[in-house]
């Protein structure tokens, strides 16, 4: 059975694997620009991990993929162009999601994850190039919302889940 537990400085090398990886899935299919060839730099997993930032997907020691998650106000989507956001309630964010194909599911059980922690108001963003993380998105229920920019100019297209609180 999956499970998410926080990196630890310990995983510090199975973490820069698992970004290696997905580089590769990434250029394999159709977005070798994205994350080019270093990123995510060390020194970004590191500062994730020592704020807790960090998390792991494991299944029977094995571990499937790694993210970053957080409840926090993303500087990065207080602006966002040909679209509006499914709402302006607190959210959780989501980024540098590797689940590199080891096993099926491991990105969607990974953003499963998440909407269980941020009461169900999840934001995300990615390349125009990545096919496949738009697919999972798209399939696990994520609405297009518009397109923001990076601090350093690169355009992403933000996805949003905002479930209606279930009483």
């Given at each position: 059975m999956?499970?998410?537990r926080k990196?630890?400085?310990?995983?510090?090398?199975?973490?820069?694997?698992?970004?290696a990886?997905?580089?590769?899935?990434m250029?394999?299919?159709?977005?070798p620009?994205?994350?080019?060839?270093?990123?995510?730099?060390?020194?970004?997993?590191?500062?994730?991990?020592?704020?807790?930032?960090s998390?792991l997907?494991?299944?029977?020691?094995q571990?499937?993929?790694?993210?970053?998650?957080?409840?926090?106000?993303?500087?990065?989507?207080?602006?966002?162009?040909?679209?509006?956001?499914?709402?302006?309630?607190?959210?959780?964010?989501?980024?540098?999601v590797?689940?590199?194909?080891?096993?099926k599911?491991?990105a969607?059980?990974?953003v499963?994850?998440?909407?269980e922690?941020?009461g169900h108001?999840?934001?995300?963003?990615?390349?125009?190039?990545?096919?496949?993380?738009?697919?999972?998105l798209?399939?696990?229920?994520?609405?297009?919302?518009?397109?923001?920019?990076?601090?350093n100019?690169?355009?992403?297209?933000?996805?949003?889940?905002?479930?209606?609180?279930k009483?």
């Amino acid at each position: 059975m999956m499970e998410i537990r926080k990196t630890t400085m310990a995983d510090l090398g199975r973490a820069m694997e698992l970004y290696a990886m997905a580089r590769q899935f990434m250029k394999d299919h159709g977005n070798p620009t994205q994350w080019g060839d270093n990123h995510p730099p060390k020194e970004q997993i590191i500062d994730d991990i020592q704020r807790g930032r960090s998390y792991l997907c494991v299944e029977d020691g094995q571990v499937l993929g790694i993210f970053y998650f957080s409840v926090e106000q993303e500087p990065n989507y207080a602006s966002i162009y040909e679209g509006a956001w499914a709402n302006e309630e607190p959210y959780g964010v989501m980024h540098r999601v590797a689940a590199p194909g080891i096993r099926k599911g491991t990105a969607s059980f990974c953003v499963g994850w998440c909407l269980e922690q941020c009461g169900h108001n999840l934001r995300i963003d990615t390349h125009r190039d990545n096919i496949p993380m738009q697919k999972m998105l798209e399939k696990n229920g994520f609405q297009y919302c518009g397109i923001i920019y990076l601090e350093n100019g690169d355009e992403r297209l933000a996805f949003q889940r905002a479930d209606m609180p279930k009483g």
